[in-house]
Nanobody, 114 residues
């Protein structure tokens, strides 16, 4: 089993920045992919950014050039969000892929508003 805990959300003005953190625990050696997803009210959950265990990254077109996914060790991944827009407002979820399973965190709210 893998446990996932996100942090770092909050209220930020348009054009501002936030950094989300995600810590994995449990059987972290089984993780082969990790990522960030978001879900706005009334909308489906969507991919924001992913990273493979080898370091390959993938971004949604809407965040390319503004968001960066990174990892500093085996159990922590970040999402640096710059030039935030109102349409980035959502609950952000961290995800770990391990075996045939996905583990999700509880989510962290990001609100971009003046």
């Amino acid at each position: 089993q893998v446990q996932v805990v996100e942090s770092g959300g909050g209220l930020v003005q348009p054009g501002g920045s936030l950094r989300l953190s995600c810590v994995f625990s449990g059987n972290i050696g089984s993780i082969y992919g990790m990522g960030w997803y978001r879900q706005a009210p009334g909308q489906q959950r969507e991919l924001v950014a992913t990273m493979s265990s080898g370091g390959s990254t993938n971004y949604a077109d809407s965040v390319k050039g503004r968001f960066t996914i990174s990892r500093d060790n085996a159990n922590t991944v970040y999402l640096q969000m710059n030039s935030l827009k109102s349409e980035d407002t959502a609950v952000y979820y961290c995800n770990a892929k391990h075996g045939s399973l996905h583990s999700w965190g509880q989510g962290t709210q990001v609100t971009v508003s003046s």
